[in-house]
DNA sequence: AGCACGCCGACT
DNA sequence: GTCGGCGTGCTC
């Protein structure tokens, strides 16, 4: 028997099936999806099997043998290992990283060196003392102690010998059991024999007897029957007890909210929406929804019902959320409503935690898991629905290899097990909406708050007025008197302080105008050496301006903020507020998001200033005043989502304000107020900003009206990277099609990370089926020459952002 | 990728 | 002479 395996080395050259033959022993063991340990080289490492045949075109004398299989059963189901075939191409990928990628980091190997004794004669005292009695010693060991010359000596006389060792993270925790196995009969014998000293023997076999349950912890025993440690050792060894290791679940503590599963009664919209999604469950129908919901109007209701619905089939549920870490508030309901059937996975799990995760659906005894990104590879093997909610988050998107989308593996796994996919957001991707619009999605739409509060009432506050009556601070007056009355009612204010991008910009305080390129609509992006600026699209270049182009202002420059900035100023203008601060320094710590976010709920502080991750999920009865400092940032971001971006977290966060009885008040501070992104998201005018967005995209030919794909180069040097840059801009015009448009190549808008120069061509395009292929052939032209001079080609496509 | 093999300069 | 530098090539 021969088994195709795919190795554990992400390398070019390695990226195929490798054949082993198997040793009749395990021919009953081996099966597709099992991980198994081969030999490979000189070293040993982990693999996959992915296929089992009897026959093989290579010389069988020269094949090697498997050296052990380590699951029992495979840990890739069928339908995963056709997944990762998919993702491997999609993606263009190694299938080794997309066979990872669906794994919990417990089930991935790591390696270990060891160097083993072969001849301790050979050796002198130094080396051998590291030895002491065993016959190995780490690789570290011997580093640590400076004797790797030595070793290296030893290594080519064969008085030691370099073996690897596959170390496995997985370990199922378990406790230790004591059960009373043995018949009454012979424990009362047992007893009599005793001899009259064993008192507490005497007293923990009384109490045994006496109880109904046969099996206990050590904890149990010591505490209950007041036994000690020495006195169930004896019992165990006259065979009244028995010693066995079970297996547990860790633990997965969560802060303790006093909260009971409320039903909400579905108002006709939700009835409808959820009508139409049971329908498509009930008859198997692999239908695409676009739940388009505004804030506050229950889609998450929705969302438990469907599940409920799935469940109540037999069925299991996947359902996504941008980062749930950052959403407890989710997780609660879920775990409310269906109880231990939920698993839950994100990043704030510990290795252990989300191996035990994965095992509980693995092995069918949960039916949901709530989760991010990659639990949408959870292996559950009968889905009923799949749910992505904030379907238009950029978390979905994977950032590195494999760079796959969280939302095309949805709908994957959708047609597969033939069930709905539900994709809900306020604020739909262009994209998902123009599907829908189109017919490819089914769009379902919620247009009214569940609870019927109104919508929080929305100004725009122009920050040009401000500065020109000498207001130089970072609040408005208007914003300041807003904070003063809510402080003095003690309700509770959250302020959201933009992220500074990874561009800068120049922006005109006087007129808000942003320099642009004329050619791609884009914000040219500031370089300090030598002041210009620069359109990373398509490489135009211009000197930045002392006057603005449009009013000749002198008041024109480069736009950012800082956080402390913001605290400081808020120390000095409200000195009684109490302030928790929740951005990439504060929440590093496990669990640290929901400390803070629980403390808010408690009303432990009266300002919530964040960035970015406070506009997600935040749903507390006493907000009523929501601030956004700087509205620009994101509108101006040198991207071609910046406005998609920024209506997003506009609406996003002016949902947080009064979503339950008190009446909500927001407040967004912007030099552009008569931009659409701004204007439109004061309302939640959802599709006259999906129109006025669209006209855009269709002239510069951007998604969804066409396909994108970045290819990146990067070198140490500037003159290499853009060299390497050029070739291959060249060489993908001259192989793609007439219609594909390929755009650089130029410099990107970071232009240096860690050192390595980056230059970057967009590929422009509707249809082009020789993408793949040739964007392939362009991997090994890279492979085999051009990484032997130290030059780094990426390619994303549908990238996510082209920054 | 990671390891062995092999071919040349700088030392005991 | 030998140690050890890293360029080259292979991994079922």
């Not at 129109?691 to 510069?700: A, G, I, N, P």
Request: proline share 3%.
């Amino acid at each position: 028997m021969i088994v195709e395996v795919i190795v554990d080395v992400s390398a070019y050259p390695i990226d195929r099936p490798f054949d082993y033959v198997v040793p009749e022993e395990l021919e009953t063991l081996v099966e597709r999806g099992s991980r198994v340990h081969v030999p490979f080289g000189p070293r040993k490492v982990q693999g996959f099997i992915t296929n089992i045949k009897e026959q093989t075109d290579l010389d069988i004398s020269k094949l090697k043998a498997i050296h052990s299989i380590i699951d029992v059963e495979p840990v890739m189901t069928e339908e995963l290992l056709q997944l990762s075939k998919w993702l491997t191409n999609k993606t263009l990928c190694y299938e080794i990283d997309a066979l990872q990628v669906m794994l919990p980091a417990a089930l991935r190997a790591t390696y270990k060196k060891n160097i083993k004794l072969v001849d301790s004669s050979a050796l002198d005292a130094d080396f051998l003392a590291l030895f002491g009695k065993k016959e190995v010693v780490s690789y570290e060991a011997i580093e640590k102690a400076g004797l790797l010359r030595a070793m290296k000596k030893y290594l080519s006389d064969g008085a030691v010998q370099l073996e690897t060792v596959i170390k496995q993270h997985a370990k199922a925790k378990t406790i230790a059991k004591y059960k009373v196995t043995a018949d009454k009969e012979f424990i009362v014998e047992q007893l009599n024999s005793l001899t009259k000293q064993a008192v507490k023997q005497k007293e923990l076999i009384e109490w045994l007897l006496k109880q109904e349950q046969t099996s206990f912890t050590m904890k149990q025993l010591t505490e209950l029957a007041n036994a000690t440690n020495s006195t169930v050792k004896a019992i165990l060894e006259k065979g009244i007890l028995e010693k066995e290791t079970e297996e547990v679940y860790r633990e997965i503590t969560s802060l303790d909210y006093q909260d009971i599963d409320k039903r909400f009664e579905l108002t006709d919209e939700q009835t409808e929406a959820l009508t139409k999604i049971n329908h498509a469950q009930e008859y198997a129908e692999n239908t695409t929804f676009l739940l388009h919901g505004i804030t506050g109007s229950g889609k998450t209701e929705i969302y438990l019902n469907a599940i409920e619905h799935s469940i109540v089939n037999g069925k299991q549920a996947i359902m996504l959320v941008p980062e749930i870490s950052l959403t407890p508030q989710m997780t609660r309901r879920f775990k409310l409503r269906f109880g231990d059937q939920v698993a839950v996975m994100h990043s704030g799990l510990s290795i252990g935690e989300k191996y035990d995760e994965w095992r509980k659906i693995w092995r069918g005894e949960v039916k949901v898991v709530v989760g991010a990104r990659s639990a949408i590879f959870a292996p559950f093997k009968d889905l009923g629905i799949i749910i992505l909610d904030e379907e238009h988050e950029s978390t979905y998107k994977q950032d590195d290899n494999p760079r796959y989308h969280a939302r095309d593996v949805a709908i994957w796994r959708g047609e597969y097990h033939q069930c709905p996919v539900i994709l809900g957001s306020a604020t739909p991707s262009l994209e998902s909406y123009a599907r829908a619009s189109k017919g490819v999605y089914s769009l379902l739409k919620l247009k009214m708050r569940a609870k019927e509060q109104a919508l929080p009432t929305v100004n725009v506050v122009d920050m040009r007025a401000e500065l020109k009556n000498g207001n130089r601070s970072m609040f408005s007056v208007d914003l300041a008197d807003a904070v003063r009355d809510k402080l003095e009612k003690k309700e509770q204010i959250v302020l959201f302080l933009n992220k500074r991008g990874f561009s800068s910009f120049v922006l005109c305080r006087d007129c808000g105008t942003v320099v642009e390129c004329k050619q791609c609509d884009i914000s040219l992006t500031y370089h300090r050496a030598g002041e210009q600026l620069k359109c990373h699209y398509c490489g135009h270049e211009e000197p930045v301006p002392t006057k603005c182009p449009e009013c000749n202002s002198e008041h024109i420059r480069f736009f950012g903020t800082g956080t402390q900035k913001v605290e400081e100023e808020i120390a000095k203008l409200f000195p009684y507020a109490r302030v928790l601060r929740m951005d990439v320094d504060t929440t590093r710590a496990k669990g640290a998001h929901e400390r803070i976010l629980k403390q808010f709920g408690d009303g432990e502080a009266d300002i919530l200033l964040g960035t970015q991750m406070i506009a997600k999920g935040l749903d507390f009865p006493n907000i009523t005043l929501v601030g956004v400092l700087n509205a620009d940032t994101t509108l101006h971001l040198a991207d071609f989502r910046a406005a998609e971006k920024t209506f997003q977290l506009m609406t996003q966060v002016s949902g947080r304000a009064g979503r339950h009885d008190k009446e909500g008040q927001v407040y967004i501070q912007t030099y552009t107020p008569e931009h659409y992104a701004i204007e439109l998201s004061k309302s939640q005018l959802y599709e006259p900003f999906y129109h006025t967005e669209m006209l855009t995209r269709k002239q510069y030919g951007y998604p969804p009206f066409y396909y994108l794909t970045l290819v990146q180069v990067t070198h140490e040097n500037v003159l290499l990277a853009s060299e390497y840059a050029k070739l291959a801009t060249d060489w993908l015009r001259a192989n793609l099609s007439s219609t594909t448009m390929v755009v650089g190549p130029t410099a990107s808008a970071i232009s240096k990370i860690q050192n390595r120069y980056r230059y970057q061509c967009l590929i422009k395009y509707k249809k082009e089926p020789l993408l793949i292929e040739k964007l392939q052939q362009l991997i090994k032209m890279y492979r085999t020459d051009w990484i032997k001079k130290g030059v780094i080609l990426t390619i994303d496509l549908d990238p996510s952002t082209i920054i």
